[in-house]
């Protein structure tokens, strides 16, 4: 009688023995356990030139692929997975819209999470999450979009107090933007006068403030805001982004999500934007190790729903990024 032997798989002139497929998984797994990604992509990428992968070594597979940064390899992947139908649908929609984030496609998220929305796929546990991440996404995509105002003829009438404070809060930013390719000192005490009024917002204070200090115009100016006040001469200040505060809670939170791509990038983004409505104040009583650790925890924040550990400097990076977010109606 002879002997059975199990079924060989064959790859063209190649010969694999019953089990080897089992034991790149399994190997694969066990790399991909203990963060050795590359070894785990290496095992999982030979594995699937014999057999369809299962849902599980698939989605280990993506994972370690996103890990290592192979994000159009993972993005390739999980759209094979998506397209089964997978039984853990929303936790590997998540991972998807996170590679796409890192691959800069912002309209394919909205597009993918407008459409969940609407058909009420998303269970309540994740819904918060996933407007977080469609949130995210809209600031990013606007990141990219060139909204510099064209070049139209300045009037200085424009900038007096009672004609300026008639505009919508958009057009008093449109018009000051405008002056940043002419001369500003015919305007000094225009823009002087901008930034004491009583009524002048935070952000239109700032970039008014900007404007005078960039050009180095010798002015003493009252900058009152959020119940602090400082008397400044804009010809010796420096500019927001070039304070050392600044520059060192930048490069401490570049090295912090240096491997996060999009929240970097949204990370920058809120700095800026920040540091730019506290002007001249520079986050006020804050120290350098709470604004990393505060911006580190707020933009982690904005993707999982974890908790901030400072409630109180959580609400005070809300307040500005609620006086930095300008509408523009």
């Known amino acids: 009688m002879k002997k059975k032997h199990g079924k060989l798989l064959t790859d063209k002139n190649m010969i694999m023995f ?57 993005r390739e992947l999980c759209e094979l997975l998506l397209a089964r139908g997978p039984s853990r649908y929303i936790e590997l929609m998540e991972l998807y819209l996170s ?13 993918i999470i407008q459409s969940l929305l609407e058909e009420e796929v998303i269970p309540p546990e994740s819904l918060e999450k996933f407007k977080n991440i469609l949130s995210l996404s809209e600031k990013l995509a606007n990141l990219s979009i060139d909204d510099t105002p064209e070049k139209t003829e300045i009037k200085p009438d424009d900038y007096e107090v009672a004609t300026f404070f008639n505009q919508p809060l958009f057009m008093q930013l449109t018009n000051l933007q405008r002056l940043t390719e002419i001369n500003v000192r015919p305007l000094a005490n225009q823009l002087k006068d901008i930034i004491e009024a009583e009524e002048v917002h935070p952000m239109v204070q700032s970039i008014a403030l900007y404007m005078l200090v960039a050009q180095q115009v010798d002015l003493q100016v009252t900058v009152k805001k959020f119940d602090e006040s400082r008397v400044v ?46 002007y001249p104040f520079e986050w006020f009583q804050y120290s350098a190790d709470d604004i990393v650790e505060g911006y580190t925890d707020y933009v982690h924040s904005l993707f999982e729903q974890n908790q901030v550990s400072n409630n109180e400097l959580l609400d005070f990076i809300k307040t500005l990024e609620k006086y930095s977010d300008i509408p523009e109606v």
């Not at 790399?31 to 699937?48: G, H, I, P, Q, R």
């Not at 698939?58 to 370690?64: I, L």
């Not at 590679?99 to 597009?111: A, G, K």
């Open 18 to 74: 019953p089990g080897t497929v089992e034991r790149l998984l399994a190997t694969g797994h066990d790399y991909a356990e203990t963060s050795n990604y590359e070894l785990a992509v290496e095992a999982f990428s030979e594995a699937m030139q014999y057999e369809v992968l299962d849902e599980h070594s698939m989605n280990v597979y993506v994972y370690s692929l996103y890990e290592m940064r192979r994000f159009q390899e993972a």
């Open 99 to 111: 590679i796409c984030m890192e691959l800069r496609d912002f309209f394919h998220v909205q597009q």
């Open 233 to 278: 001469n804009t010809a010796e200040m420096l500019l927001p982004d070039d304070t050392p505060l600044f520059l060192e809670v930048f490069e401490r939170i570049t090295e912090r999500l240096e491997k996060e791509g999009s929240l970097l990038e949204m990370a920058h983004f809120l700095l800026a934007r920040h540091i730019l409505v506290t």
